[in-house]
């Protein structure tokens, strides 16, 4: 388990920007996967996307695609992600996540992700 803490959500207008920071507390995260999820009310839990350990490689759902941008910097233990574009459909608690297996590329299903952080609130005004 990886303590994981996300901030930076908040109030934006749609056509707005965002960017969201996932630090590991106390452990490194350096050779695992990191997937963002996202919530909104009354729904379930939604893949938005990851990134690989090395941060080389990332993958997003269609309905961001374009739109998101998944980097991170593990000399910070932080993966960002930023948010372009913004739709009110956006609107939803964000949560990151590590990959429960070292090295794991294109995991996006909740099981595969061991480690969870208490979720940042993002709220898109029309």
């Known amino acids: 388990q990886v303590p994981l803490v996300e901030s930076g959500g908040g109030l934006v207008q749609a056509g707005g920007s965002l960017r969201l920071s996932c630090a590991a507390s106390?452990?490194?995260?350096?050779?695992?996967?990191v997937g963002w999820f996202r919530q909104a009310p009354g729904s379930g839990r939604e893949f938005v996307g990851g990134i690989s350990w090395t941060g080389g490689s990332t993958w997003y759902a269609d309905s961001v695609k374009g739109r998101f941008t998944i980097s991170r910097d593990n000399a910070k233990n932080t993966v960002y992600l930023q948010m372009n574009s913004l739709k009110p459909e956006d609107t939803a608690v964000y949560y990151c996540a590590v990959d429960s297996f070292r090295q794991r590329y294109g995991a996006s299903s909740e099981a595969s992700f061991g480690s969870w952080g208490q979720g940042t609130q993002v709220t898109v005004s029309s």
């Open positions: 106390g452990r490194t995260f350096s050779n695992y996967g």
